[in-house]
């Protein structure tokens, strides 16, 4: 079935850079690419997601972009700061049956 | 608006033994699922239902069952609980899974089967 790859597996930065999770997938009929954060004990929480007319999407801090022929996709958080520790998941509806079908996850931390 | 519901939020189970893990939503949503979360191994569908009478198997449903009887409820049973089943279960719903919108997450239900 689909299956979306996703990396890196933990990412430690500091506070103030720039993280980048990348994921990717082999299904062209994949239209749409949500990111979750999960928090330690929490439940995963939709941040952003794109569909596959559209090639960038931003919200403040956060950004998702999308490459169709390469198949993948991307989450950016600039200027990042100790709240933004957690992990954090790609998703895309594919498979025969269109649910969602989630990455592995990336745990980040940002140390102060 | 609560959202989605689950109950209960702990459960230690011995081998064996069955029970039911409830999932509410008050949204009106359309699709509702069944994820179960392990380390390292992301978030795993058991169970979905696109509406009331209607659900499918994802990609790890032996050892439950589901039902839907109404488009608030969706239930999620384990049949005969093994240690391998031990994990954190999340209940997720929708509008509509074919328009592509987000899932709306419970509060998760932790499992431990000894």
């Known amino acids: 079935g689909e299956n979306v790859e996703q990396h890196p597996s933990t990412l430690s930065v500091q506070e103030g850079d720039s993280a980048v999770i990348k994921c990717t997938y082999s299904d062209s009929a994949s239209n749409y690419f949500p990111w979750y954060k999960q928090e330690l004990g929490k439940r995963p929480q939709l941040i952003i997601d794109i569909r596959s007319n559209v090639g960038e999407k931003k919200d403040q801090r956060i950004a998702v972009t999308l490459n169709k022929t390469a198949k993948h996709f991307s989450l950016h958080i600039t200027e990042t700061q100790p709240e933004d520790s957690a992990v954090y998941f790609c998703a895309l509806r594919g498979g025969s049956q269109g649910n969602l079908i989630f990455g592995k996850g990336t745990k980040l931390s940002v140390k102060p | 608006n609560a959202g989605v519901t689950q109950t209960p939020k702990f459960q230690v189970l011995k081998t064996g033994q069955s029970m039911t893990l409830q999932c509410a939503q008050d949204m009106n949503h359309e699709y509702m699922s069944w994820y179960r979360q392990d380390p390292g191994m992301g978030l795993r569908l058991i169970h979905y239902?696109?509406?009331?009478?209607?659900?499918d198997q994802g990609e790890v449903p032996n050892g439950y069952n589901v039902s839907r009887s109404t488009t608030e409820d969706f239930p999620l049973r384990l049949l005969s609980a093994a240690p391998s089943q031990t994990s954190v279960y999340f209940c997720?719903?929708?509008?509509?899974?074919?328009?592509?919108?987000?899932?709306?997450f419970g509060s998760g239900t932790r499992l431990t089967v000894v």
């Open positions: 997720a719903s929708s509008y509509s899974r074919s328009l592509g919108y987000g899932y709306t």
């Open positions: 239902s696109v509406g009331a009478g209607i659900t």
